[in-house]
């Protein structure tokens, strides 16, 4: 089946210790995104990628960097994870870039910052 | 920036009775998706509403996009255990107009 996929789906880091996450998609969508949910709350856009062009919102922390080598995968890299950043980070895609577009998301992974 | 409110922030029934929960801008939408999380689980896409007034239905969920399309609910009816979960609506906005999601509703269904 075609679908969203993390890895893994716990991660535990220490404080400082710079972190990738990753996320692959069989959908062959255009548009892959990153969110950030931590307890409790609504999941929060940190930043997507169209194709290759990366957009970042405005209050996505410099802490928090991307990199989309080819159409299927997509990692977040958190360089220097601090105890705030302890959250479920989830993957989505959608099939194109306009707002309209349903989003398919992935099982996210939870990262723990000791 | 946008902010899209929901109320309740939880709500718990019983069995077989009904549950609505509602969806507030403070701006005009062009569309709102409602998506469901099981708990421990992920965002799934329910629904999108694109029109003014209009009603969709799915099985024991109707959804409603207000006149001025500033507002919507999801009423469902007769809650079964597994309606159990956190119901977001979600509008485009912030700086790349994509996907900004209501605060939520989570529903506990008591058997």
């Known amino acids: 089946d075609a679908m969203v996929i993390q890895n893994p789906r716990y991660q535990v880091t220490q404080f400082g210790k710079p972190v990738t996450l990753s996320c692959s998609q069989t959908?062959?969508?255009?548009?892959m995104y990153w969110y950030q949910q931590k307890s409790s709350q609504a999941p929060k856009l940190l930043f997507h990628?169209?194709?290759?062009?990366?957009?970042n919102e405005a209050d996505t922390p410099d802490n928090f960097q991307s990199r989309r080598p080819n159409t299927s995968f997509c990692f977040l890299d958190i360089r220097s994870p601090g105890l705030g950043d302890a959250a479920m980070y989830l993957c989505?895609?959608?099939?194109?870039?306009?707002?309209?577009?349903?989003?398919?998301f992935g099982d996210g992974t939870r990262l723990s910052i000791l | 920036g946008q902010q899209v409110m929901q109320i309740p922030q939880y709500q718990h029934v019983q069995e077989g009775e009904d549950f609505t929960t509602y969806c507030n801008s403070s701006?005009?939408?062009?569309?709102i998706q409602w998506y469901k999380q099981r708990p421990g689980g992920h965002p799934v896409f329910l629904i999108q509403?694109?029109?003014?007034?209009e009603v969709k239905k799915q099985k024991r969920l109707t959804f409603q996009f207000g006149e001025a399309k500033k507002n919507s609910s999801l009423h469902i009816t007769a809650t079964q255990t597994t309606d159990v979960g956190t119901y977001f609506c979600?509008?485009?906005?912030?700086?790349?107009?994509?996907?900004?999601f209501g605060t939520g509703t989570l529903l506990a269904v008591q058997p």
């Open positions: 989505a895609t959608s099939r194109t870039g306009n707002s309209n577009q349903p989003q398919h």
């Open positions: 959908l062959n969508h255009n548009v």
């Open positions: 990628y169209y194709d290759k062009d990366f957009n």
């Open positions: 701006t005009t939408l062009s569309n």
């Open positions: 509403l694109v029109k003014s007034g």
């Open positions: 979600a509008a485009p906005g912030g700086a790349t107009n994509k996907l900004i």
